[in-house]
């Protein structure tokens, strides 16, 4: 303070460029941006941590669907996208670096390829969400590829009105025909971890494969056997929360994306420098941020469960 | 240690830094997913999902420290870190408890 109350009288007072008015040094401007950075990204953590305790409550009650569902996403593109997340973060903190030395030309480049891996992994989310919308595993009815076999009426019965598609797949290799006309959720892929679990049960009597909650989730109360609606409707739970996750994910990949162009367009425009880089700054923790999320989200979302039927 | 704020104002680990903070991501990404196709069960039940977090969480750490420079950030900023954490095993750990413990019923499926 004592600086500020003889800097009034001065007739010219010394600024550093990049200080903003309302602060009272270079040091307390950094501390203060940052900070507010952080505060964001912790609501940020608390934000995707909601979907994150849904996860964990589902999974947690049906394991066996999950574990199909987990199975069934695309794992080479969720590690190859991974990988171009990671290389993104590499090259977003080496525009940080080069913009507090001085860089431009290094930053700017570094800018470019930090977005074009933002792109890649925008397109390669796309493609998985193509799949999934052409296999029918759009939680939303109507939102899937509509497939009208030749022969079948649009009044043909629901999948899960005949009932009896997934049960006649588990036993023959044959592909079944698809046949969508309403474009509903379909789970084409049968039950084999609850019919294992089931063997097993019968096998020794006295041995609880399945959970309380599984048994209540999956099987017909009054047969016993795996009731192949309930448990695709635990499967559709699987694919709702993949799609709030890494849609949620994808938003702010978009997000990230529309900064860096901004950032691109500052640094074009020469306006960082090692005294003044904050907004670069801040824009990488945010980039990393994201990067994180899709760290938990790979594991959670792709592999928990992959033993299970990595056998067989 | 005295003021290390001051003297490290740009304080990181240069470019050899940030490769080695790389390679350690792309080693735990290549890891978590060839231990994600083995049967840990043997160890103890849930062994694959323990292990797939573990590995997670150093990735988190590694990038936090190093590419978002917590390592040479203020104190209130590592409280700012961790805080979050706390807070979100707070979330995570209250509606456990409650979901955990409850029986079969109206609310259960």
């Known amino acids: ?312 | 240690m005295a003021e290390p704020h001051i003297e490290s104002q740009h304080m990181h680990i240069g470019i050899p830094g940030y490769l080695v903070v790389f390679g350690i991501l792309v080693v735990g990404t290549i890891l978590t997913f060839v231990v994600a196709l083995q049967d840990l069960d043997w160890i103890f039940p849930g062994a694959n999902t323990f292990v797939a977090l573990a590995i997670a969480f150093t990735k988190m750490s590694c990038v936090m420290l190093f590419f978002m420079h917590v390592r040479w950030s203020p104190k209130l900023i590592w409280l700012a870190a961790i805080c979050s954490f706390f807070w979100l095993s707070i979330m995570f750990s209250f509606t456990m408890q409650d979901y955990l413990t409850r029986g079969l019923g109206v609310f259960s499926t």
């Open chain 1, 1 to 312: 303070m004592a600086n500020h109350a003889t800097s009034y009288s001065d007739k010219f007072v010394y600024h550093e460029p990049g200080l903003q008015h309302q602060f009272e040094d270079m040091k307390q401007q950094e501390e203060s941006v940052s900070i507010g950075m952080w505060m964001f990204l912790v609501q940020e953590i608390m934000f995707f941590g909601g979907l994150f305790t849904v996860y964990l409550v589902f999974r947690f009650r049906f394991p066996m669907a999950f574990s199909m569902g987990s199975n069934h996403l695309n794992v080479i593109m969720g590690f190859t996208n991974t990988l171009v997340l990671i290389v993104s973060s590499l090259t977003m903190a080496l525009t940080v670096y080069f913009a507090q030395r001085n860089k431009r030309n290094w930053q700017i480049g570094m800018i470019v390829l930090t977005m074009l891996f933002g792109l890649t992994f925008l397109y390669i989310k796309y493609l998985e969400y193509h799949e999934k919308y052409v296999d029918g595993l759009v939680p939303v009815a109507g939102w899937n590829r509509k497939v009208k076999l030749p022969g079948t009426e649009l009044s043909a019965p629901l999948p899960f009105e005949t009932g009896a598609v997934a049960a006649s797949e588990q036993g023959g290799e044959e592909e079944k025909p698809y046949n969508n006309p309403r474009g509903e959720f379909q789970w084409r892929e049968g039950s084999k971890l609850v019919s294992d679990a089931l063997a097993e049960e019968k096998a020794n009597p006295n041995k609880k494969v399945l959970t309380e909650y599984e048994r209540a989730g999956y099987l017909d109360p009054t047969t016993g056997l795996v009731d192949e609606y309930r448990f695709q409707e635990k499967i559709r739970s699987f694919f709702w929360i993949y799609f709030a996750l890494t849609g949620l994910h994808a938003l702010h990949m978009i997000i990230g994306l529309g900064l860096m162009t901004w950032l691109l367009l500052q640094a074009f425009k020469g306006t960082f420098n090692s005294e003044y880089y904050s907004p670069v700054e801040m824009s990488g923790l945010y980039w990393h941020f994201v990067d994180i999320v899709w760290i938990f989200l790979f594991p959670l979302l792709y592999l928990l469960g992959r033993h299970l039927l990595a056998g067989g």
